[in-house]
């Protein structure tokens, strides 16, 4: 019996920018590097034209990206099906747990500190970004959907654009953006690995049955 492969997520692109990702979430303490990054993006906001609506265009495009790829996997791979949803619904957890740590840590966006391009909404917080959540949460499932580098790095980099135009907005820092990439990438593939994980072990008591669900034709 041959043991089951697992998912062929391509690696290089997503695990480059958890990498720098993480970095950035290193100087929280002072937010020295958030802070002047973030002001920099938002004075360069004046001049990039329609910087208010950058982030908004590209998360669209990431949704109708994701939606897509899942519908291509869910009639092509039907073998995958457990693990996409997994990956599906660990998105909206990611998008849950962004919400809710808001509330906690109830940090006021910069746009609240320095005059920004678009509109300030002072009643919301900032940390961490729900944009770049749902952003990095799509291009895991289109990652895992597709399973080809070239999708994941186009995935990558709408995901990047969907962050940068959240600075250039002054709606969010350089840490709120990367917090919001590392929950959105980090929650689904927790939940897609411990649905791996259930499955190989249901496959030792039962091969024959659970193969499929561990093994997919180029994609899980």
Known sequence: MQSPRPARVPVVPLGAALLALLVLLIPLSSESLS????????????????????????????????????????????ATRVVLAAAALGVGIAYVLSESAKLVFQQLRPCGRWEGVGSCELADYSFPSNHATLAFGAVFVIALAVGGFWATAGALVVALLTAVGRLLEGAHYLHDVAAGAVLGTAVPALLVGAVLLIARRRQRKDPLRMEGVCRGDGGI
């Open 35 to 78: 802070v002047v990054v973030t002001r920099a993006a938002m004075r360069a906001g004046f001049g990039v034209p329609g910087a208010t609506v950058i982030s908004d265009l590209a998360l669209l495009l990431l949704a109708v990206g994701t939606a897509a790829s899942l519908a291509w996997a869910w009639i092509r791979r039907p």
